[in-house]
């Protein structure tokens, strides 16, 4: 019992210790390429997951160059930062610069996971890393950086205002589709209706009878 108790501990201290926060996300992030779990205390999979994941925290601890973690998507001022990041369900997992999370669809489990995290959390291109960058994107990232605090923030703003112009037509146009589909509803039920009051049960039954057998009189 003591033993089981001890280990609780001391998964509980390694996941307490790497839990990522709005307030330490860009001090335990930056310069790292990293592995997060997006979660709910209340979800189930992550539940399931949990001791996986303590497991694999701990395999990475103290690394200078990759960080595995956890956010809790749930705690008072951390729902914006999960919508910033495109979480739509739990547990999310991403990976990647911390500034261009990729999503991570693959198996749960320790072992597929470790293989995942030793494979892919390495140095790779980006802001701070832009020596390992080439191509188009080392091209981009360069453009923003000879560009102004202020001139960043304008590009920002306006590509906001595509997406939430994107968002704001697509719910426009699914709400015109489900008013489509309970007009069309409607219009079926109140057909179906006018069918069955033009006697359709009453004409299956009359050719059902018609069908049957005559009967005869036994002797």
Known sequence: ????????????????????????????????????????????????????????????EGSATQLVAEF????????AMCEDYGVQGFPTLKYGDPSDLQDYQGPRQYDELKVFADENLKPICSVTNIDLCEGEKKEMIEKFLKMSEDELTKLIEAQDEKIAAAQANFESELEKLQNTYQ????????????????????????LKSKDAPESKDEL
Not at 38 to 57: I, S
Not at 191 to 200: A, F, H, Q, R, T
Request: charged content about 25%; overall charge negative.
């Open 1 to 60: 019992m003591m033993k089981q108790f001890v280990y609780f501990l001391a998964c509980a201290t390694s996941a307490s210790a790497l839990e990522l926060t709005p307030d330490n996300w860009d001090a335990e992030t930056t310069g790292k390429t990293v592995f997060i779990k997006f979660f709910a205390p209340w979800c189930g999979h992550c539940k399931a997951m949990a001791r996986d994941w303590e497991k694999l925290m701990a395999d990475f």
């Open 72 to 79: 809790d998507c749930t705690a008072d001022g951390h729902q």
């Open 183 to 206: 007009n069309l509803q409607a219009e079926l039920q109140m057909g179906m209706e006018e069918i069955k009051k033009g006697g359709l049960s009453l004409m299956k039954s009359v």
